[in-house]
């Protein structure tokens, strides 16, 4: 067995990226649709959960969050994602409604970052999404409010969840709670970006420009 450590000098770790390359010609139109083709390329390429993303958000004062949620619809009206209206990230967009997606796909070497503003879909598309996620899910939904707020230890979080098993035994619907729902970001700016060696990466941005898109090439 060997007892060598890892080097602390981070200055000498690197991937130069040779898998593929991104040329305006090979851009759809649209970036949505562009989107489309490289989301179904990330899930044949088994990337593990390809529509997970870091949303990034910022409130009044500019203090920045990032966290990861999971992208669960990708349409012309925008994309959406679902969560505690009560979280860090709900006040922010509450009080900021402007965001910033990032989805990485090291298995492809390939990102897109996707900016614009965010409103809360229709009660009833969140019911309708709450209903159709796993039983434990809707349950864990309850059981986590207020999101992101202190609890003593994990045996008070595990007793909520059971007291509210109880409440909701198998076969009796779960409710969608009030504090619980979606939000969709509303594009203005897309940016597809492919790996290069030596960093010299490919990258194009589209820009909403009335009902269409301008692409410019960016420098990597």
């Given at each position: 067995m060997?007892?060598?450590?890892?080097?602390?000098?981070?200055?000498?770790?690197r991937?130069?990226?040779?898998?593929?390359?991104?040329?305006?010609?090979?851009?759809?139109?649209?970036?949505?649709?562009?989107?489309?083709?490289?989301?179904?390329?990330?899930?044949?390429?088994?990337?593990i959960?390809?529509?997970?993303?870091?949303?990034?958000?910022?409130?009044?004062?500019g203090?920045?969050s990032?966290?990861?949620?999971?992208?669960?619809?990708?349409?012309?009206?925008?994309?959406?994602?679902?969560?505690?209206y009560?979280?860090?990230?709900?006040h922010?967009l509450?009080?900021?409604?402007?965001?910033?997606?990032?989805?990485?796909?090291?298995?492809?070497?390939?990102?897109?970052?996707?900016?614009?503003?965010v409103q809360?879909?229709?009660?009833?598309?969140?019911?309708?999404?709450?209903?159709?996620?796993?039983?434990?899910?809707?349950?864990?939904?309850?059981?986590?409010?207020?999101?992101?707020?202190?609890i003593?230890?994990?045996?008070?979080?595990?007793?909520?969840?059971?007291?509210?098993?109880?409440?909701?035994?198998?076969?009796?619907t779960v409710?969608?709670?009030?504090?619980?729902?979606?939000y969709r970001l509303?594009?203005?700016?897309?940016?597809?970006?492919?790996?290069?060696?030596?960093?010299?990466?490919?990258?194009f941005?589209?820009?909403?420009?009335?009902?269409?898109?301008?692409?410019?090439?960016?420098?990597?």
């Open positions: 060997s007892d060598s450590k890892p080097s602390s000098d981070l200055t000498q770790l991937v130069s990226y040779t898998k593929g390359e991104l040329r305006r010609a090979d851009l759809a139109a649209s970036p949505l649709e562009q989107f489309q083709v490289w989301f179904a390329e990330a899930q044949q390429s088994r990337v959960e390809p529509y997970a993303l870091s949303l990034a958000t910022a409130n009044p004062a203090r920045p990032v966290r990861t949620v999971l992208l669960r619809g990708a349409e012309e009206r925008g994309l959406s994602f679902y969560t505690n009560d979280s860090h990230k709900g922010d509450d009080e900021n409604p402007q965001a910033e997606l990032l989805f990485f796909w090291p298995d492809l070497e390939r990102q897109v970052r996707v900016f614009g503003s809360r879909v229709s009660e009833e598309e969140s019911a309708t999404y709450f209903h159709k996620r796993p039983r434990e899910s809707q349950l864990a939904a309850h059981a986590s409010d207020p999101q992101s707020a202190p003593a230890n994990r045996d008070a979080l595990e007793a909520k969840l059971s007291a509210l098993e109880a409440q909701y035994p198998e076969g009796q409710p969608k709670p009030d504090f619980w729902g979606g509303l594009p203005s700016e897309w940016e597809f970006w492919q790996g290069r060696a030596n960093r010299m990466h490919d990258r941005v589209y820009r909403r420009a009335g009902e269409s898109w301008s692409v410019e090439r960016l420098m990597p």
